[in-house]
């Protein structure tokens, strides 16, 4: 399950109610990359890799967004060898030039999610912050149009999101490692080439260049879900270019993949009794379950039920038990989502497995013409060239107590994906990200207490892994993945005050 973030809501938004590329930038004259300038162009519709749609539409005073590309190495350790294109996207500053600060670049997270699709969908969320910023975003090296991975066409990918990712018997667990194994292949022969320079730091280096050719001496960055790790390794790396930073739905650098995978179980779980009780603490009846407890336990035995027989789902496709706990994982990212939840679950009861596998598709990156991002392979290039540690079938199935009694539901379902790195053919940097940041400006670290996928306690370490002085530490009492996306005056006031005008809220501070 990906680290997902605010882009998750803008494909679950296309799913469910419809049932760049960049100009070149030109090469600078002595192969200094620095000095290269950006040919600043009206954007096209987002490429097939970032998910398909419309040109975005222009800013409510009428501008136009603007996208361009950057020149990167493709190796880092050759900065003057072979250069890949990093797609950009901008909305330039509202506010008068001189009240302009520079450029906020946002990473949305994933990883593997589109900046070039993810910030017009989201650009009124910040206009405020637009009034004395360009707003800027990018497709990170491995995604969209920045040499973007390809692993499986549709067709298979329709297939690996189909498969039984939960065995319960030796076949079923050696189907599933062939399946990833075939992915895996299938990644390394598509874009072998690519996949040992797709770590973050090495994106982290594409940011501190994007730093310099927008002209900016040094970074303002708000970062989200996986953006937060991105944000770490750079403050790690250039702690002192970094200006303004925001920090929100934090992951947390001092875990393993595997304590990554354990803390999501734990994370859902909590997201899922959020939501049951929720749903049951209305005057009206809970459609789904009379208590609490009931709702869960009519989930499980409906994943039970899909396990031995799956249900129509979008046709021609069946929702299976995998799919539908996709599904339901998908609709606990935001509060806002748990309609679609209710809605789903009382179809599925009903042999109407739709909407649970429209929100599965959303996740995978599925669109409703049947087209898939490359979000999927994205992910999974990133992650797997991130997490060096690589899980046998025996060691997950040695790890199945704890993850199971950290959720009934979920523990399955995450401790099988620690699989995916398994016959990954680029080793893992390391067991965990260095994200220590001495020297640093202060950096506003967001954690939401009802977080799926990036746990709240998350936060609190990526604070303490910055450094003292450098990791402030807000907290947001709230439901859902990320706190700014909430509308919460006290966090969007804590925010924007940080970002606009330089006031870095006291550590500790709570929001509900």
């Known amino acids: 399950m990906p680290n997902a973030s605010r882009l998750r809501a803008a494909v679950v938004t296309a799913v469910l109610l419809s049932s760049l590329v960049a100009g070149c930038g030109d090469d600078a004259g002595d192969g200094d990359l620095t000095a290269q300038r950006l040919d600043w162009e009206d954007c096209p519709a987002p490429s097939r890799a970032e998910g398909g749609g419309s040109a975005p539409s222009p800013l409510p005073n009428g501008d136009e967004w603007e996208c361009a590309t950057m020149k990167a190495p493709l190796d ?64 990170p090296r491995g995604v969209g149009r920045s040499a973007g991975v390809r692993c499986e066409n549709d067709r298979q990918l329709d297939a690996y999101f189909q498969q039984d990712t939960t065995p319960d018997d030796s076949g079923e667990r050696t189907t599933l490692l062939d399946n990833t194994k075939e992915f895996n292949a299938a990644c390394e022969q598509h874009s072998g080439k690519t996949l040992p320079h797709v770590r973050t730091t090495d994106a982290a280096r594409d940011l501190d260049l994007m730093r310099q050719v927008l002209g900016d001496r040094r970074l303002f960055y708000f970062g989200i879900s996986y953006g937060t790790e991105l944000g770490g390794v750079y403050a790690h790396l250039f702690p002192t270019h970094v200006g303004r930073a925001v920090f929100d739905a934090v992951v947390d650098p001092t ?34 379950g009379d208590t609490a407890q009931d709702v869960k336990d009519r989930i499980a035995t409906l994943l039970k039920d899909l396990d031995a027989k799956p249900i129509p789902g979008a046709f021609p496709r069946e929702l299976t038990q995998s799919a539908a706990t996709n599904g339901i994982a998908q609709a606990l990212y935001s509060k806002d989502f748990w309609e679609y939840l209710t809605e789903g679950l009382e179809q599925a009861y009903d042999g109407d497995g739709r909407i649970l596998m429209l929100l599965s598709d959303s996740m995978n990156g599925r669109g409703a013409n049947g087209e898939y991002s490359n979000i999927a392979a994205a992910n999974v290039s990133i992650n797997c060239a991130d997490d060096k540690p690589r899980y046998s079938a025996g060691h997950v199935e040695e790890a199945l107590p704890e993850f199971r009694a950290a959720s009934p539901l979920f523990g399955d379902f995450l401790a099988w994906s620690m699989v995916t790195c398994t016959d990954w053919p680029v080793p893992g940097a390391g067991d965990h990200p260095a994200v220590g940041a001495p020297g640093s400006a202060p950096i506003l670290v967001v954690g939401n207490t009802g977080d799926p996928a990036t746990p709240y306690e998350g936060a609190g370490k990526m604070a303490a892994a910055l ?13 859902g993945h990320g706190a700014y996306d909430s509308k919460n005056p006290c966090v969007q006031t804590a925010v924007n005050g940080y970002l606009l005008d330089g006031k870095v809220p006291a550590a500790g501070t709570v929001c509900s």
Request: proline share 5%.
């Open 255 to 288: 875990q393993t993949s595997e304590q990554g995978a354990l803390g999501q179980a734990k994370g859902f779980q909590l997201a899922l009794d959020n939501y049951a009780e929720d749903c049951t603490s209305r005057t009206e009846d809970c459609p789904v």
């Open 467 to 479: 450094g003292e002085d450098v990791g402030v530490e807000l907290t947001y009492r709230g439901q």
């Open 76 to 139: 880092w350790a050759e900065p003057e060898g072979d250069t890949i294109g990093i797609a950009l996207i901008r909305a330039r500053a509202s506010g008068p030039a001189s009240g302009r600060i520079g450029s906020l670049v946002f990473n949305f997270g994933g990883p593997g999610g589109s900046g070039i699709s993810t910030l017009p969908a989201f650009s009124e969320d910040y206009a405020k912050l637009r009034t004395r910023y360009d707003l800027v975003s990018f497709d």
